[in-house]
């Protein structure tokens, strides 16, 4: 099997360099601190202003590394989590509230009160505004959850296809040096985002994401 990895559109080795290289010099770790200001109440009941900082960590890729990585980056899941299950705290709270405004209203024997059709046409004008955003929520939860668990049984499959890969930094193709199987001709230049999608298709996920 030939060894030969030089770029097939200039014949030149000399600013070629794999996939894995690619991800590994493009990808960089910032760590830093942030300051953060607001105001508190103190134990008197007077109002006193807050500094606190804290550490962070960035993860940051040059554009030739996302472009010519394995795969997506996986769609965080915190935000409509915490989302959905703070509007579904607040509807059971208003809910739990309207429950106990019905209770101590109920009238007696003989007494003329709130009709049971009031009491629900009140609950959801109160309780709809929050459960509604929270079950949306919930829905692109479960959407991002099904797209992360889709990159993650094709992401081996995928892998095995993008670290056999090159790139000739001065042409600005793609290429498989050897016939690779998923690979429609071997030594063919490519763009990034042809080698991008070849190997995205290759594990299940590039194709209407």
């Known amino acids: ?3 030969n990895t030089s770029c097939p559109n200039c014949g030149q080795i000399d600013s070629v360099q794999s996939m894995p290289a ?3 010099t493009g990808t960089s770790i910032a760590h830093g601190s942030n300051t953060y200001t607001g105001v508190g109440i103190g134990s008197s ?3 006193v202003p807050i500094i606190a900082s804290a550490n962070t960590t960035t993860s940051q890729t040059n554009a030739l590394a996302a472009a010519t990585r394995p795969a997506p980056p996986p769609s965080s899941v915190t935000g409509p989590a915490t989302c959905g299950v703070l509007l579904l705290v607040v509807a059971l709270i208003m809910l739990a509230c309207l429950g106990v405004a019905v209770a101590f209203n109920t009238p007696t024997a003989g007494e003329a ?5 009031g009491w629900l046409v009140l609950g959801g004008i109160i309780v709809l505004p929050f459960l509604i955003p929270s079950l949306i929520a919930f829905l692109v939860l479960a959407r991002r959850t099904s797209e992360n668990a889709r990159i993650t ?3 081996t499959a995928a892998s ?5 890969a090159f790139y000739c930094h001065r042409c600005g193709v793609c290429y498989w040096p050897r016939p690779v199987s998923g690979v429609p001709a071997a030594r063919q230049p490519l763009s990034p985002y042809q080698f991008q999608q070849i190997v995205w298709n290759a594990g299940g996920y590039g194709v209407g994401r």
């Open 22 to 24: 690619i991800a590994a």
């Open 1 to 3: 099997m030939s060894n």
């Open 113 to 117: 009160g709130p009709r049971i059709g």
């Open 160 to 164: 095995a296809l993008w670290e056999t």
């Open 45 to 47: 009941g007077t109002v």
């Open 153 to 155: 049984r094709g992401l």
